[in-house]
């Protein structure tokens, strides 16, 4: 018998990595930066989760990548599935995990509501319907508030 699908759960292309998040994710974002892009080979779509949140099996096959100064990446070591991206740095947000949507078991009822970094999106990509949008200035100035209680 086969799992139900759900988007509560989710996983690498292995299965070694698998998480379960506590509440169905109402949506996803957008992100167009060139770290993204590079990671991701394309549009990153992601959702967000608290750490209290999401609960990981499998965590010693995730490999992790410092890419900034306030963020890792996260990769599965057996199949180098993209996981996460994470905010390490500190303040009330810290450990704010952007999970690839792509990684979860269905994406079922989810709608994009966000896109970020749209000043570095490519002119031939173009996402229908109204959302939230944001540039890099946009996104840096909230990074920066984050610290901030």
Same mark, same amino acid.
């Given at each position: 018998?086969?799992?139900?699908?759900?988007?509560?759960?989710?996983?690498?292309?292995?299965?070694?990595?698998?998480?379960?998040? $506590?509440?169905? #994710?109402?949506?996803?974002?957008?992100?167009? @930066?060139?770290?993204?892009?590079?990671?991701?080979? +394309?549009? %990153? *779509?992601?959702?967000?989760?608290?750490?209290?949140?999401?609960?990981?099996?499998?965590?010693?096959?995730?490999?992790?990548?410092?890419?900034?100064?306030?963020?890792?990446?996260?990769?599965?070591?057996?199949?180098?599935?993209?996981?996460?991206?994470?905010?390490? $740095?500190?303040? #009330?947000?810290?450990?704010?995990?952007?999970? @690839?949507?792509?990684?979860?078991?269905?994406?079922? +009822?989810? %709608? *994009?509501?966000?896109?970020?970094?749209?000043?570095?999106?490519?002119?031939?990509?173009?996402?229908?319907?109204?959302?939230?949008?944001?540039?890099?200035?946009?996104?840096?100035?909230?990074?920066?508030?984050?610290?901030?209680?």
């Amino acid at each position: 018998m086969s799992e139900a699908k759900t988007t509560q759960a989710g996983g690498c292309l292995c299965g070694a990595v698998r998480y379960t998040l $506590a509440d169905a #994710p109402e949506g996803y974002g957008a992100c167009h @930066c060139n770290m993204c892009r590079r990671w991701s080979g +394309g549009i %990153e *779509l992601g959702l967000q989760i608290m750490p209290d949140r999401i609960t990981w099996e499998g965590m010693d096959d995730v490999a992790t990548y410092k890419s900034s100064e306030w963020a890792e990446r996260g990769w599965c070591r057996k199949c180098g599935s993209s996981l996460f991206w994470r905010l390490t $740095a500190e303040g #009330p947000m810290s450990g704010l995990t952007a999970l @690839c949507a792509g990684t979860l078991d269905t994406l079922d +009822g989810l %709608e *994009l509501t966000s896109e970020v970094y749209i000043d570095q999106k490519p002119a031939g990509h173009a996402f229908a319907g109204e959302r939230t949008r944001m540039t890099e200035a946009d996104v840096m100035a909230m990074v920066a508030n984050m610290g901030e209680s």
